[in-house]
């Protein structure tokens, strides 16, 4: 009786597995091997792991990126919660610039963000040549304290926006129904409120965690020697005397199994913890004494002001005169004029891979989604599983592990711009598959069914019927891909060769041979593509859709 | 017109059986009506005879041809599912005119034939409608021009009415059934609810656990169930235990001993001293007031515990013995006919009334 056709979706499973076995586990899996192996491709059990953790300057690294990602997300967390509930909660002027002004606060990637404080505060920086007319000086921003603010600075949003849409989901009978019996509001928050909220917490905290340990760009620009594991990587693996792939890969083994471990803790609990909420009346605002609310509006307005330097700091320096990293007061198209003179090419490189990345995604991923929601299996499950792993692995472990495995015949790919495009295209491929799963979830299978009753074939009943109910989430998630694909550094720094630099890279050395007027403008200019898509959505689906949640 | 074959369908998902050996015959152009309990299977074997899920054994026929192969777009029926699955992306008169699309019917027929559904179902002037602006009942009726309007060989409905509100619910349920009539496609509907499946069947089978109990017309399954749980679905059945004392008066009766110690005279077989149970529904109970009325074949005594007046009926909860309630309804009651709570009175019925309930021995 059982029909199982070798129908359009086997293909579609198959070609899924193919596509992640090739870019993502075949890298990551030589990675892992690659740190298994000794001279003439020996294997040796421990012998990289042990120097590893026999040398400081190595395993310091380990320290300081688990140091520093805890102490983010700690950063992150409170800082996050605390605007979400100031804004759900107490009446707050300003709300609604409040929310796009967190919103704005994502799009600008890490290692801008970074670049925009020693812009500020660097030694040549704008605020420390202002002081020293007066004989000041500020202490340091180079060093673990600047990645920390950088981390909370970019992260804190991702927190307050998960957390935000999880208080919406809140009903306030909840509430009603703990005070009324009985629970004092402290009692009522910890054990009404916040079980219900955790799971995005989780989320929050999980994103920024992975971020963190996986970011480079932020400790080589910021950190000033300060080693982390990604940067740590880059450095074995890219050493002018001749790389250590050995030593770089167990690096990155370790950067795997920390990330892996995380993801599964969050979801682990976040399974057993989901809880389905019906809200018909979310959370009210609460009557507060007016000093409170003096204080969480300054608290709110401060800490949005200080997420938005990092944008504003580029885009205004990228009309200043400069030489070197010194930017003068006026206004100057100079910077502008530069890039397009010598590195126009970066420009257009970006914009190819990444819409090339993005739509590649979007196809896959739609289609993906499609197999995950509607036909469970456990082929399926391992493939979802696969995927999310693409969304915890650092740029920097998946650059090395797909030179590893494609600089050799049969087939190489190293010296392309192709190997940039399957880095982006595999590291973002979440993002729309995350989107319209959930998005399938919420349409209900009798509407197809209804279609498919009424004489429309099922892959028909499928772009007729399923594709148009998905499109919000279709748009949200190319969005979202879009936005984290244009700033892409990790993996395009490794990956990239000759003609093919990114804009990303293109800012990474401009930032380090102390051009920093051409860096803010091609900055300036990354932002801004970053921002158009999104905002386009936002105009298009609202705020709430646009960001899946 | 389509008669159609439901053969021996077995369905389990995982090891949860939902459909456990399920043969039914429906006649051509006939309403055949589902009804069970929640998660009994009734949307599974909907599912399964629309082709949109695969059964496990069994077949299912279309006047002689076998469908089990032929996938559901190919089957031809329309289906009006249980929460309506209207398309929300697509104008009502794009909602109607999908199946026709699908059969690529010509253009300017698919605009007569929508509109034509559109007035069978009282739709004029909103095909041009999104469905989000659409009132509950105006989107069931969508559902159900969007189902007619491909002609289909047979129609079956998921519980069509269930969210719809009361007044509405009795409103389509009688356009429903018109149309079905006049149209006469071969139907198969779905309902929990047995007051809409009595008003609206020409044929009823009820449900339980993935089997099916008992399959007849209306006023089978309500004046003879079955078994005890027809007898609960469809209406209330008061069910009482005795034994068989011996022949009765009159040709196919026998006097029977409750077990609270009244003597009966009912149409059963039986031989002296077998156990016998019998159902009485509530409406076939007459009251005297009063204890100690006219010693009566056939009557009941005890004390009320519960009254509901409803002007046209007055229902009463009365304790025959320590373990036994009985419910009586009476019609058109006079003050004559009211009693309060504790007091005693006299219940009889007509000897045709009491049903024997087979598979029911003695109290549990
Ligand atoms: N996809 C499924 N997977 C597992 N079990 C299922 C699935 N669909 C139905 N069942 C189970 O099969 C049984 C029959 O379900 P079905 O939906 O047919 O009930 P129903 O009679 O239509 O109920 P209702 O009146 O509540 O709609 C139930 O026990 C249900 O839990
Ligand atoms: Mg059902």
């Known amino acids: 009786m059982a029909r199982k056709r070798r129908d359009f979706w086997w293909s579609v499973t198959l070609l899924a597995f ?10 990551l899996a030589t990675v892992l091997v690659t740190s ?86 660097g030694r040549m920086g704008l605020v420390n040549r202002a002081l020293s007319t007066f004989g000041w000086s500020l202490p340091t921003i180079y060093g673990w304290r600047g990645i920390l603010l950088v981390f909370v600075v970019q992260y804190f949003p991702f927190v307050f926006l998960l957390t935000s849409a999880a208080l919406r989901s809140v009903d306030q009978s909840v509430e009603d129904a703990a005070l009324s019996l009985g629970s004092p509001p402290r009692r009522t928050f910890r054990t009404a409120i916040l079980p219900i909220i955790a799971p995005s917490l989780t989320a929050g905290a999980l994103l920024t965690f992975m971020a963190t340990m996986a970011d480079f760009g932020t400790p080589m620009i910021i950190g000033e020697g300060l080693h982390t594991l990604p940067t740590l990587m880059y450095g074995e693996f890219i050493n002018e005397l ?24 969050q979801r682990y609990y976040a399974f057993r913890k989901a809880y389905n909420v019906v809200c018909i009346q979310p959370l009210t605002v609460r009557r507060t004494p007016a000093r409170r609310r003096l204080a969480l509006t300054v608290f709110a307005y401060g800490v949005v002001c200080v997420a938005l330097i990092p944008s504003t700091t580029i885009l205004i320096s990228s009309f200043m005169p400069t030489r070197g990293p010194v930017m003068y007061a006026g206004f100057s198209l100079q910077s502008y004029q530069t890039i397009f003179h010598v590195i126009p090419r970066a420009i257009t490189n970006t914009f190819f891979l990444t819409a090339l990345a993005v739509v590649l995604d979007v196809l896959l991923g739609v289609l993906v989604a499609y197999l995950l929601a509607r036909r469970r299996s456990r082929a399926h499950a391992l493939l979802d599983a696969l995927i999310m792993l693409a969304y915890a692995i650092p740029g920097t472990v998946v650059g090395v592990g797909l030179i590893v495995v494609y600089n050799r015949p049969p087939i190489i790919l190293t010296g392309t711009w192709i190997i940039l495009l399957v880095s982006y295209f595999i590291r973002h491929l979440p993002y729309p598959v995350r989107s319209c799963t959930a998005m399938l979830q919420q349409i209900d299978i009798r509407v197809e069914e209804a279609s498919v009753s009424l004489g429309v074939p099922p892959f028909r009943t499928f772009l007729k019927v399923t594709i148009p109910l998905m499109f919000p989430a279709i748009l949200s998630g190319a969005a979202l891909a879009w936005m984290t694909t244009i700033g892409e550094l990790s993996s395009s720094i490794l990956l990239y060769s000759g003609p093919w630099a990114t804009m990303s890279v ?28 999104l905002f386009l959505t936002y105009r298009v689906l609202g705020e709430r859709a646009a960001l899946g949640m | 017109m389509t008669r159609v074959r439901v053969e021996g369908i077995v369905k389990r998902f995982g090891d949860t059986p939902a459909i456990e050996g399920v043969s039914l015959d429906v006649r051509p152009g006939e309403l055949f009506t589902l009804v069970g309990p929640s998660g009994c299977g009734k949307t599974t074997l909907l599912r399964i005879i629309a082709g949109l899920l695969e059964q496990d054994a069994g077949s299912v026929l279309f006047n002689e041809d076998q469908m089990d192969d032929v996938p559901s777009y190919l089957r031809n029926i329309g289906v009006v599912f249980q929460n309506y699955a209207i398309f929300p992306h697509l104008t009502v008169g794009e909602n109607i005119a999908y199946g026709l699309k699908a059969r690529r019917v010509p253009p300017d027929r698919i605009t007569t034939k929508v509109a034509e559904a559109a007035r069978l ?31 289909p060989r047979l129609l079956l409905m998921d519980e069509p009415l269930s969210n719809l509100d009361a007044k509405l619910r009795v409103q389509i349920r009688s356009l429903i059934r018109a149309l079905q009539r006049t149209l006469q496609i071969t139907t198969i509907y779905v309902t929990h609810d047995q007051e809409e499946a009595l008003a609206i069947s020409d044929t009823i089978a009820v449900m339980d656990r993935g089997r099916i109990l008992q399959v007849g017309k209306p006023w089978e399954l309500y004046l003879r169930p079955a078994t005890r749980f027809v007898a609960d679905f469809i209406g209330t059945m008061n069910v009482l235990h005795g034994k068989v004392e011996g022949p009765g008066r009159g040709f196919g009766a026998l006097t029977v001993v409750t077990d609270f110690g009244e003597r009966w005279q009912v149409r059963a077989a039986g031989s002296p001293g077998q156990p016998i149970s019998l159902g009485i529904r509530p409406e076939s109970l007459q009251l005297l007031p009063g204890t100690n009325a006219v010693e009566a074949w056939n009557s009941l005594k005890g004390t009320v515990t519960e009254v509901v007046y409803l002007g046209a009926v007055v229902r009463y909860q009365v304790k025959v013995s320590e373990n036994l ?20 009175l006299t219940l009889w019925f007509a000897t045709a009334r009491a049903i024997p309930m087979p598979g029911e021995t003695g109290p549990a």
């Open chain 1, 18 to 27: 193919l596509t992640v076995l090739a870019f993502l586990v075949y890298p």
């Open chain 1, 36 to 121: 298994f192996t000794g001279e003439e491709k020996r294997f040796v059990l421990a012998e990289n792991y042990s120097r590893f953790f026999s040398h400081r300057y190595y395993y310091s690294s380990v320290v300081n990126s688990l140091y520093l990602s805890a102490l983010a997300t700690l950063g992150a967390l409170v800082v996050g919660t605390t605007l979400a509930f100031a804004v759900a909660r107490y009446p707050l002027p300003g709300k609604t610039f409040l929310r796009t002004a967190a919103n704005l606060a994502l799009l600008s990637p890490p290692f801008i963000g970074a670049y925009s404080w020693v812009v500020l505060f």
């Open chain 1, 242 to 265: 001749g790389g250590n792939p050995a030593m770089a890969s167990t690096l990155g083994s370790l950067l795997i199994l920390v990330n892996t471990a995380a993801l599964m803790a």
């Open chain 1, 506 to 533: 293109a800012i990474f050395t401009e930032v380090f041979s102390n051009h920093f007027g051409t860096a803010s403008a091609l900055a300036s200019i990354l932002i801004v593509a970053a921002f158009i898509p």
């Open chain 2, 121 to 151: 179902v009282q739709l004029e002037g909103l095909l041009d409608r999104m469905p989000a602006q659409l009132s509950g009942g105006q989107q069931q009726r969508v559902v159900l021009a969007r189902a007619l309007v491909i002609e």
């Open chain 2, 325 to 344: 309630l009985v419910t009586a309804e009476i019609h058109n009651p006079d003050f004559s006919a009211i009693c309060g709570v504790g007091d005693g």
